[in-house]
């Protein structure tokens, strides 16, 4: 009972410290105490992954995994630590073993999410090539040839790698798992009437590059929820110009249902209007979010900093603005957040400042990733061909 209130209760770390308690004592944990502590190492994430091996280990070793909710309880552990493939494994063993169906919901749930979080590393597979190929050909404009040559290499050997194949089998494993589960569940209900179910293969369909899929459950849904607005509005983002239109009217749905002041929803508005071509409504909804009290978290300003640097130079003073935002809210030691105010600054014509956040972001030793350095390396560029027309 201790257990499991440390673990539902704001503490999972006093969870996993009782449960090491217990197997010091010679005490046996039971199915109770095997899920809380399963549940704890899911609110954890990664970073309590060997843990949760060693209770899976135990789990096997002791002939318990013929019960359906310690299984469930392993498949969001492994979701939720960052290897949603194991979860998926786990899920064919809960149906072809022990014989587990559609009427789970719960459990159904959770391994669409992790199809969906499958699908996820793939999209982001696909933005790393896209970015190698951008720099590569910035690397031509600029005239450097062996840094182009050594980043086409990194492009064949990217594509040919046996990481990026198995990141492609995956995505095919885990959207041939979500059809199925999706088969299952309307055999046995109407999914219309069910939210959660619907947002799930939303999100599922959503991460996986089937569009018309998550659309034709978004139609289908009887009363749409935050859930199916979000995905749908991140569907037409994906999409981009071409679905302007159908997102101008999910727009105004959420105006009918009056959630027009939910922050996670103003940030997918957000991020569709930038994505669709219109940066200027992108910016509208933000400063109607400042107006209404709704504050902004890193998830916004991702999206608008993208905005206000596709508006370009004229939006300089509005982007140093947001940036004063971003300080007043601790968040501009967020990675994405701090690459977002690099590409901001060089495209609105102050690239000094761009390097100057990079050199920050170094100092501190903060996660940089692609998106980093392509950004760095476009201000680079920029602060050389002003220098060189200075120079004239």
Do not use: W
């Amino acid at each position: 009972a201790v257990v499991s209130t440390q673990s539902t209760g704001g503490e999972p770390n006093k969870s996993l410290e009782l449960y090491s308690q217990l197997l010091q004592r010679n005490i046996t944990p039971d199915f109770i105490t095997l899920i809380n502590t399963l549940t704890a190492i899911s609110n954890i994430g990664p970073t309590a992954l060997e843990k949760g091996k060693q209770i899976h280990e135990y789990i096997t070793n002791n002939k318990l995994d013929t019960n359906a909710r310690l299984v469930s309880s392993l498949i969001q552990m492994y979701d939720n630590c960052g290897e949603p493939r194991k979860s998926l494994e786990l899920h064919d063993h809960l149906t072809l073993k022990l014989n587990v169906g559609a009427e789970n919901e719960v459990t159904l749930l959770m391994v669409l999410n992790a199809c969906a979080h499958l699908g996820e590393v793939m999209k982001g597979y696909e933005d790393k090539f896209k970015l190698l190929k951008r720099l590569r050909n910035l690397y031509h404009t600029n005239k450097d040839t062996d840094t182009r040559t050594d980043l086409t290499q990194q492009l064949r050997q990217y594509q040919d790698s046996p990481k990026y194949l198995r990141v492609k089998q995956d995505h095919f494993t885990a959207l041939e798992k979500g059809k199925q589960i999706h088969k299952q569940i309307i055999k046995h209900q109407n999914i219309a009437y069910n939210q959660m179910l619907s947002a799930a293969l939303m999100k599922m369909y959503t991460f996986c590059n089937e569009y018309n899929e998550a659309q034709k459950l978004f139609d289908e849904l009887v009363i749409k929820d935050e859930n199916a607005f979000h995905f749908i509005l991140l569907v037409y983002a994906y999409i981009g110009p071409e679905a302007l239109e159908k997102g101008k009217q999910v727009h105004q749905q959420i105006t009918e249902y009056k959630l027009e002041n939910s922050r996670v929803l103003i940030n997918s508005l957000i991020q569709m209007y930038y994505s669709c071509g219109e940066p200027n409504t992108a910016l509208k909804l933000y400063d109607q979010m400042i107006v209404n009290n709704v504050t902004p978290n890193e998830y916004t300003f991702n999206p608008i900093l993208s905005t206000i640097a596709n508006l370009g130079p004229e939006f300089l003073e509005k982007g140093k603005e947001i940036h004063q935002h971003i300080t007043q809210h601790n968040l501009d030691n967020i990675p994405f957040v701090s690459n977002g105010l690099i590409e901001m600054y060089n495209k609105c014509g102050e690239p000094n400042k761009a390097i100057e956040i990079y050199d920050s972001m170094f100092a501190k030793k903060s996660a940089l990733d692609v998106f980093t350095y392509r950004y760095a390396i476009e201000a680079c560029v920029n602060l050389g061909e002003i220098g060189f027309e200075k120079g004239k």
